[in-house]
Each structure stands twice: as structure tokens, then as C-alpha cells.
């Protein structure tokens, strides 16, 4: 079976445009999460779902970031009126579950360059 | 509040021996999970292990084991017999309910 999927692998933007990221979970896995990592740093969480419970949003760094999931499936991460601080990568993992043993399996994640 | 702690910003290892990479963590909740992950050169996240707070015996996976020390709140990574393919960032990992929470990782290098 396919692991999760992120798209684009790439991404260059200016400052100011709006950019969209996209997470294809693995099939089966109730649980997707956003993570921030900037260069030489640690993750940074961003947002987590969890099936069609209201999404946990406590680590998005300000209202220009949003992320929507339907059901299960397919999630993207947006950004407005993007910043230069906001260019690093962006990683994507799912979860079979949300319980403690809940393994989460990353995605090769989407580097943004906002120039 | 930081959660996860890893003091080792960068850790060197001969080619075969052994190597411990440290991890301290802070919670109040008595059922957690405890993971660790190695993000090579590459960017990926690979899972390597994982140790519930409730689990008794020290958690192990071929050459990584986990040095749980659940009073002490760490949760170490041990990796025997080093290969130079193990050159990476580790991260340790903490879930407590729905998230996790990430140490600032530690990069091992594995020299010949």
C-alpha cells in the first residue's frame, strides 16, 4: 500500500501570494498532522484531525494559516498572503489512531521558498 | 513549556560501537506513548520506536532500543553496533491525547 503522499514536492512563491498544500493520508488512518520544520530545526506542530471531531488548530502561528480535511482523506494546509518566515517544510503525517500507540507516518513533506 | 527535552544538539560515534542519545520529557498524564524517529539527510521521518508509559520491559527494535526510566521521566535511545547509515537527526517524540510533541532533535554522525 501507498504511505502518504504531499504535494507539490516543491513549492516557490512570492511574498503576499496564497499557496496551498496537499496530504493524501494513508488509507485507513483516522488521524492526519501538520507539522512546521524550519531549517536545521525540530517539528513544529501545526494542526492535527482526528475523523470528523473538530480539529485540534493550537499550534497554526497565525490566521493566515487554515487546513481543511474531508472525512478522511485528503487534507491541504492553506497559507495567505504568505511571508518570508514562512518558508520551510512542511510535513504531513497520518495515524491509524488517535490513542497513545498511534504511530505516525510522515509524508516526504512540500519545502516552500517564499521569496 | 517544552515537553520534550534533547541536550545533545550533535553526538559522534565510531563505526560499531554503541551510542545513547538522550531524551527527557514533562507530563502529568500517566498513560502516554513515547517514539523516537531518524530524519536522514534525505528529510524524511523514519520510525524507529516506540514505548508506552505503561509498558514494563524496555522497548526494542533490532539494533535501537529505548532505555525507559519512567521515574526519571527519559526515554534515551540506545543504537548498538553503529553503521554509517545511522548518520542523521534523531527526534524524540511524546503523545500524550490526539498530538505530538517533538524534541529539537540530536544529530549523530557516524565516523569510519
Known amino acids: 500500500g501507498a504511505g502518504v503522499s504531499q504535494s507539490p514536492s516543491n513549492k516557490v512563491t512570492e511574498k503576499g501570494k496564497d499557496v496551498e498544500l496537499r496530504c493524501d493520508p494513508i488509507s485507513g488512518h483516522t488521524a492526519l498532522y501538520w507539522y512546521r520544520q524550519r531549517l536545521g530545526q525540530g517539528l513544529e506542530f501545526l494542526i492535527y484531525?482526528?475523523?470528523?471531531?473538530?480539529?485540534?488548530k493550537s499550534g497554526l502561528p497565525s490566521d493566515r494559516f487554515s487546513a481543511e480535511r474531508t472525512g478522511e482523506s485528503v487534507s491541504t494546509l492553506t497559507i495567505q498572503r504568505t511571508q518570508q518566515e514562512d518558508s520551510a517544510v512542511y510535513l504531513c503525517?497520518?495515524?491509524?489512531?488517535?490513542?497513545?500507540?498511534?504511530?505516525?507516518?510522515f509524508g516526504p513533506g512540500t519545502r516552500l521558498t517564499v521569496l | 513549556a517544552q515537553k520534550i527535552t534533547q541536550t545533545q544538539p550533535g553526538m559522534f560515534v565510531q563505526e560499531k560501537e554503541a551510542v545513547t542519545l538522550d531524551c527527557t520529557y514533562d507530563?502529568?498524564?500517566?498513560?502516554?506513548?513515547l517514539f523516537w524517529y531518524k530524519q536522514p539527510s534525505s528529510g524524511e521521518m523514519i520510525f524507529l520506536i516506540y514505548q508506552g508509559s505503561y509498558d514494563e520491559q524496555n522497548a526494542t527494535e533490532g539494533r535501537y532500543s529505548l532505555n525507559f526510566q519512567k521515574a526519571r521521566k527519559s526515554a534515551n535511545l540506545v543504537i548498538s553496533a553503529s553503521q554509517l547509515g545511522d548518520s542523521a537527526m534523531y527526534f524524540c517524540?511524546?503523545?500524550?491525547?490526539?498530538?505530538?510533541?517533538f524534541g529539537a532533535g540530536t544529530r549523530l554522525t557516524v565516523k569510519p
Open positions: 507530563t502529568s498524564d500517566q498513560s502516554y506513548g
Open positions: 517524540a511524546m503523545r500524550e491525547v490526539g498530538d505530538m510533541r
Open positions: 484531525f482526528q475523523g470528523n471531531s473538530a480539529p485540534d
Open positions: 503525517a497520518s495515524s491509524p489512531t488517535s490513542g497513545r500507540a498511534g504511530t505516525q507516518y
